[in-house]
Structures are given as structure tokens and as C-alpha cells.
């Protein structure tokens, strides 16, 4: 078994001149024969995957085929996987979704807040309306979450907890995908008020890595959400969300999902890779960077990225006067002490 290539993804921030701050950002690389080919710090470090599970945690669905008879199309599936930034059309799928199954916003577990994408936070100050919990980024997951419970006749108040069978479905789900019993997954509430559980870093990246190998073979599940996501990459994110535009400019070749604290999957279908950062403090100023820069070192992006992504290579600090006074970008260090 070839060596495991040691990568040095730490993020850095200068002002002028001089590093004012660095993230520390550790990682692991699964290549297509499910082994571990490249580690960034601890490789092992257990967190929490938060929205980085969506596709996984929409099979429970799929596999019972209560989501074709509720007749949804590659729109909602998009949207059970998305992070979306509460833009009009987001907001108009999951209302479609609670409503084929006679439910509405009141029925989310999730609460309100502001629209990730600036687009769809001005035009919800614009509209002079309420947020409502349609607003909230997973209100994709969680439909379809009461859709499970609604097509298996099971209650849907509830259907957030650990302990009702949509949970335990899909914390299967994600056992059968990493190889990590679901004794073993430490649980918790997730910020949408869903059960979320936590993962070696090593396991997130086999996840994905098998997910996007099962995809290009033809298996039904993941081809179904991997083709939903490329599909209509403007749900799974919005308006210049990072996870939309890497879908977008690699044309599906790399698909992205970020999950909150600095947490980000990564998957490269074609070559059967799979990819898990966690930026140490969670400070996502450090996390786009980070997963750019992986790419990068494993050949799959160019070293010099044109077009929209090259927005994410380093990020501009800006003073109260708009002056660009600094950088977030890859440490130039050669050691990750």
C-alpha cells in the first residue's frame, strides 16, 4: 500500500504583510480502493457531520418508495440535500413538498432565520414579510423527513427526535455508508432541531467516497441524489453559495456539501474519492479556502482557478473604507505543528 501523503491544509490571515491569525484544518482523503491516501493533522478526529449527511439521511425515503408516490420530482430531492440560501425558489419547493403531504411551515422542526445567500436575504427584507422556517437552510431535509413519516403512517410531531424511527433510519443510513456502528456515533441536536451525529473525519471522506463510486456504477440510490444535485446545483446552495458554484464550474465532476463549524465533504465521482475537512476552531472564513486548496494538492482543481471559484482561492479582509487590508489563504508553511 503506497504511503499517505501528509497535506498541509491550514488556513492563514494576514494584515499587511504579517499573519494575524491561523486556522488550523485537519483532514482525510479516501481513494477508490477505500484506503486512506492523504491526512491533514488528525485524520481521526471525531465531529460532528452535520448538513454533510443530507443525501444519506434522504435514502430511507427514497428506498421505501414513499417519494415516488408522493410523485416528487429531481427538484425535491435536490432541495432534501441542500444547504440552500432562502431564495424564492427554495422556498417555493419545500412549501410544495409540505404541502403534497397536507402538512405546512408550522409542521418544520426547524426555525427561522436569515437567508444565507445575500440574494435571499434581500429580497426577504425587500418582501417586508416575517422569516418564516421555509427560510431555514435545511427546510428541504426536514420535508422530507415528514414525508417519511407521513407516507410509513408513522406520527410526524416528533419525527426530529433520535429516538423516532425517521432518526433511527437514517442514522442506519449512515452507518451502513462509513462503517461506523450507530452505538459508536456520539448524537446530538443539530441547529435545525434534527438529530445529527458525529464521525472519525476518515469515515465522513469513505462516505463519500463510496457514494460517488456506487453513483457512477449505477446504484440506484446515490445516482438518484447525485443526479439531483447536478441537476439543479442552484437549490443545493443559491446564488454564489460555494457548494452551487463548485457543482457549476466543474460541471459535476467535484461535488461539495458544507456542513456548519468547518465541517465540508467532498466527493470526486469519476475517480472514486472521497474527502472530510474539519477546520479546528470552525471558523468557515478558513473552511472554502481549505477545500479549494485540497483539491489543489490532489491534482483534481488547477494550481491557477479561473472563474467564479477563483473567488474562494483566497479571501480579500476588508477595512470599514471597502480597502482590501489583508488575506484568508493556504499557510505558506511547510510544517503543521
Sequence with gaps: MPARRLLNLDVEVTRGDTIESVHRVHGAVIGPDDHLIAVARDHELVSMWRSCSKMF???????????DRLQWGTEELALACASHGG????????????????????????GPHEPLSARGARLARESGRPLTRLHNNCSGKHSAMLARAHTMGWATRGYERADHQVQRDCLSEVSSWSGVAVDDMP????????????????RMALSYARWGRAAVTGDELPSRTMQAMVAHPHLVGGTDRFDTVMIRETEGRVITKV????????????????????????????????????????????????????????????NTRGEVVGHVRPTNSTNAA
Excluded at 448524537?187 to 476518515?202: F, R, S
Design 57 to 67: 439521511q434522504v435514502m430511507p425515503l427514497l428506498a421505501s418508495g414513499g417519494f
Design 87 to 110: 431564495e424564492p425558489e427554495h422556498l417555493a419547493v419545500a412549501e410544495r413538498m409540505l404541502q403534497s403531504i397536507g402538512l405546512e411551515e408550522g409542521d418544520l422542526a426547524c
Design 187 to 202: 448524537i446530538a441536536v443539530d441547529g435545525c432541531g434534527v438529530t445529527v451525529m458525529a464521525l472519525p473525519l476518515e
Design 259 to 318: 456542513g456548519a463549524e468547518g465541517v465540508h465533504s467532498i466527493a470526486i465521482p469519476d475517480l472514486g474519492i472521497g474527502a472530510a475537512i474539519k477546520v479546528e476552531d470552525g471558523a468557515q472564513r478558513a473552511q472554502h479556502v481549505a477545500v479549494i486548496h485540497v483539491l489543489q494538492l490532489l491534482g483534481i482543481l488547477p494550481d491557477v482557478i479561473e472563474g467564479k471559484l477563483a473567488d474562494w482561492v483566497t479571501k480579500p479582509i476588508r
